[in-house]
């Protein structure tokens, strides 16, 4: 809590940092004026800091979990173009006239804004709605690369050479800086990065075929390497480099093996889309530049947490099998209910293991299956997750219970307003988002 808020309060200092140096230093120009200008600065330096935000810098990372993370970076690009689009306005409505705004004869400074302005539109619009007008993730990636430096560039083109906060050489001195460190960063973490790990790739050794569509990818670090820290629960990005038909994209996937295990790292993959159709392709020797970990969807992260309830639907278990594995390995002996909701019976991923688990042993498992669409076979529970399932598994007092919940966004919000009109606090609910663009 307080390393989240030292970042926070960190990153607010930056934002407002030259605001409050042309504040003390600048010539005031009017209330209306000086406020549009404001809006500027803080919008710019914004952008400057997005950059950061994506990079997967650890330090900023660990303290909020890397999907909060970029749902902030989301999110906040959002408040930069609200920011920037008032600008204008502002400033023509104070001492620059409405020519500022719809007249084409403005000197090339003045279009190197209109044209940053219209770009960040369409990077947010784009961004925010992407899976609603169906545009691939790769193919949104590569857009974006490409347009959000290209807005960074010409917003500061335009803020040197038109605007009057930038007559500082303070001012002159952060914005320089503030471009070159961004730009840094940018070619580090989009060019640099993966090359370098890809030069320490880790190896495919087996690819197992799990369920319907599932299959799990074990990998093993290079000669003289040994695996890094995580906890379970924990995420990875992934660059697969095999066979030269198929694509190379990195995606990231939950770690599904344990901590304890120091030999190699597991990703369980579900085909849901064009590239992961291709993981049952992958072959032993294939190579696997890998980047993580990230995410704070981990029991780890809460020693306080004693008596769990996971609530996971289809290739959620992902996450909450790597916990119980540590459990396991660890002989941790504390409680845990798994409620598993799948549509079929053939689409239990893990079902041997999980069934193991629950025979006996470390941890306390209590197992559940749910089917929503049963065979006639199926003597378990059928239908959907909800509140009568919770009672009936969980019982009426919840109290000392932590729900930790991963699954499809829409049954990941039900279980949750079931879960609040139950009486459980938020604090007593973990979820795990896991789609960035959501």
Known sequence: MVAALVRVILYLLVVTFPVW????????????????????LTGFM???????????????????????LLRFHKYIAVSALCLLLIHPLLLAQGVYGWELVYSLNQPWPVWAGRIALILLIGVVLISVYQGRIGLSFEKWRLGHNISAPAVLILGFLHSWFIGIDLELVQMQIIWVVALILAIIIFVYHRIIRPKLLKQQAYTVKEVIPEADDVWTVKMTPPEGRTIGEYMPGQFHFLTFYRDLTLPVEEHHWTISSSPAQKDYLTSTIKAVGDFTSTIGQTRPGDT????????????????????????????GITPVMAMLRYMRDTRDPRSVILMYANRREDQIVFRNELDEMASGGYP??????ILSRPGEEWTGESGHMNREKIEKYCGQDLEGKTFYICGPVKMSDNLIAALLDMGVPKKRMRREIFSFLD
């Open 46 to 68: 914004i952008l400057v800091l997005q950059f950061l935000i994506a990079a997967r810098v650890k330090w900023i990372e660990k303290a909020f979990g890397l999907d909060i």
């Open 21 to 40: 140096l042309t504040a003390f230093l600048g010539e005031p120009g009017g209330i209306i004026t000086d406020v549009g200008r404001n809006f500027a």
């Open 364 to 369: 306390d498992l209590k197992l559940i299956h």
């Open 288 to 315: 696997v530049a890998v980047q993580g970990p990230f995410g704070r969807f981990s029991h780890k992260f809460h020693p306080e947490d004693k008596d769990l309830v996971f609530l996971v639907g289809g290739i």
